[in-house]
């Protein structure tokens, strides 16, 4: 079992800058990517970003490509998205999600994660 905690969201003004952070506990040798998803009111869930823990490589959506960055810290077990220009279509709860046997052609596919946080707002006025 592995346990997933955000960290970090909050209100910003556009044009304003936060970083997210998501620390893994439990099992965490399991992993083997963690990654970022948004959810807004009424919406899907939506893939912004994913790092995958063996290697290092990361993914990301168009969306936020330019804008964000995520980053890793092994040694706490801790995801980190430095989101930067934020715009109002930014606001959403953001989840960290981990993989346990990850799929390197779906890791856009919420369906593919085996464990999620239980998010943090971000909430980003004009």
């Known amino acids: 079992q592995v346990q997933l905690e955000e960290s970090g969201g909050g209100l910003v003004q556009a044009g304003d800058s936060l970083r997210l952070s998501c620390a893994a506990s439990g099992r965490t040798f399991t992993i083997d990517a963690m990654g970022w998803f948004r959810q807004a009111p009424g919406k899907e869930r939506e893939f912004i970003a994913v790092?995958?823990?063996?290697?290092?490589?990361?993914r990301y959506s168009e969306s936020v490509k330019g804008r964000f960055t995520i980053s890793r810290d092994s040694g706490k077990n801790t995801l980190y998205l430095q989101m930067n220009s934020l715009k109002p279509e930014d606001t959403a709860v953001y989840f960290c999600a981990a993989d346990k046997d990850y799929y390197g052609g779906r890791y856009y596919d919420a369906a593919i994660y085996d464990y999620w946080g239980q998010g943090t707002q971000v909430t980003v006025s004009s």
């Open positions: 790092n995958r823990w063996s290697t290092g490589t990361t």
